[in-house]
């Protein structure tokens, strides 16, 4: 049973006075799951009942781990608590920290605890015992300052801010921003987190980090494509057996062998093993190993994107219950409009066709109003050259198509040829003749119109 304290706090963010429950010992060695508490900032950490915000409530603690041998007290300064109340219940929690123990575990450091002034200074020597210099910890606060700076700058200073720290953002640097916009959201500030995570979009492509991340992407778009080009070269009736010689061929090249299996998961299915098991087995002693190394690899694989896959999942649905649960979704549609993606359509999509199944009007009606609305938001959102090129592809007639490209084209120039030729290739993926017929004829109509300018 932990021994628990009342103690009067004040929000730091609006000022309310209220009682908080804490626990004064960190025992590590009773509870394991005190050190990451500490080290994430939720040891003792309570909500404000007025405004919501969470803090750390600063209050005498003791914190013991006996493998590292650390006992460390801790008596904040300017809490509401006097000092003398607070050395006897450090003396309490360190005689029942002593108590616990057997008595060959009693060591001397338990007689010469270190002391901290601040939870950051028993951070501090907590994560010392465990091999993070002072360089590092350092380090890691001039990261976290910075983040703040950028996180304050206005638009004009930024890139000037992030030229001169240039050195100093690296990955790490971009996951500590992640990691503040998640506890920013924890905390009930959206806004907050939103504004960081824009900030680190503009870090991103100021930062010579952030170009190299850029390149790295693109790299492996280029590879997605080549492998996409290889799969559709094997045609529709590819076996297998195709998909193991193509594996076979990329081989040691794990980011082809990534897309490959990412891009044709169906294809890799327990036959797909079999067929590996037996081939393995057949083979000469010499391409064995290698064969059974690829099959785990494989394995590994889908294995990632089946978690993947299932969290995505688990995200769309979150999210259509959010926009279900608002009663007026319009602008957390806006809002959330980046989050739309395949699956989410496909778990919408899937969501209506179940109501319509079990005859639930209501929630239909709901859902196909949502549906309308997100495809709406979806079209506002897009570039205007391809809001246009979906105009001119659902246009009812082939000569309503044409005079719209004759009436507009000029408003996009070249950039609309680019579009077409982009949304050409996804058509050709999905195979849709008739629309791949219209987009061929607008192509040449736009193309036409520019020509005469
Ligand atoms: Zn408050």
Do not use: W
Not at 172 to 198: C, K, N, V, W, Y
Not at 400 to 424: C, K, N, P, W
């Amino acid at each position: 049973m932990p021994m628990m304290t009342r103690i009067n706090v004040q929000c730091p963010r609006c000022g309310n006075m209220f009682e908080a429950v804490v626990n004064p010992l960190a025992d590590v060695a009773q509870d394991p799951e005190a050190k990451a508490r500490l080290l994430s900032g939720q040891l003792n950490a309570v909500q404000c009942p007025r405004c919501g915000n969470v803090f750390q409530v600063p209050s005498p603690l003791v914190y013991h781990d006996p493998q590292k041998e650390l006992l460390i007290t801790m008596m904040p300064m300017g809490i509401a608590m006097p000092k003398q109340q607070q050395e006897k219940l450090i003396g309490d929690l360190i005689r029942e920290v002593t108590n616990k123990l057997a008595p060959e575990q009693r060591k001397g450091y338990l007689f010469n605890p270190r002391q901290a002034l601040t939870m950051q200074g028993l951070v501090d020597q907590v994560l010392q015992a465990d091999g993070v210099t002072p360089e590092m910890m350092e380090d890691q606060r001039k990261k976290m300052r910075l983040v703040e700076t950028l996180v304050q700058a206005s638009d004009e200073d930024l890139p000037r801010l992030v030229q001169e720290n240039d050195a100093m953002i690296d990955p790490q640097f971009l996951q500590l921003m992640t990691l503040m916009a998640q506890r920013m959201l924890a905390e009930g500030r959206p806004d907050m987190a939103q504004h960081i995570i824009s900030t680190q979009q503009a870090v991103v492509e100021l930062s010579s980090v952030g170009q190299e991340l850029i390149a790295q992407s693109q790299q492996q778009e280029q590879t997605v494509r080549e492998v996409a080009e290889d799969v559709r070269a094997m045609g529709a009736r590819a076996q297998r057996s195709d998909f193991l010689n193509l594996a076979m061929k990329y081989g040691d090249d794990d980011e082809r062998l990534q897309a490959l299996v990412g891009l044709a998961r169906p294809a890799f299915d327990p036959q797909f093993f079999q067929e590996l098991t037996v081939k393995t087995s057949q083979a000469p002693a010499a391409e064995r190993e290698m064969l059974e190394n690829l099959g785990q690899r494989i394995a590994q694989l889908t294995a990632a994107i089946d978690q993947q896959s299932q969290l995505a999942l688990q995200e769309s649905a979150e999210l259509l219950q959010a926009f279900l649960n608002d009663p007026n979704p319009d602008e957390l549609i806006r809002d959330n409009i980046s989050l739309v993606d395949d699956t989410f359509m496909a778990v919408l999509t899937a969501n209506i066709q179940e109501a319509e199944r079990q005859r639930d009007i209501g929630l239909s009606a709901k859902l196909k109003d949502l549906y309308n609305k997100i495809v709406a938001a979806l079209r506002d959102n897009m570039q205007p050259e391809l809001r246009f090129v979906n105009d001119v592809l659902s246009a009812p007639t082939d000569d309503q198509a044409r005079a719209l490209i004759q009436s507009e084209a000029a408003t996009y120039g070249e950039r609309l040829l680019q579009m077409f030729d982009a949304v050409e290739d996804v058509m050709a993926s999905r195979g849709d003749q008739a629309m791949l017929r219209r987009l061929q004829l607008a192509r040449e109509e736009a193309e036409k119109a520019l020509a005469r300018l």
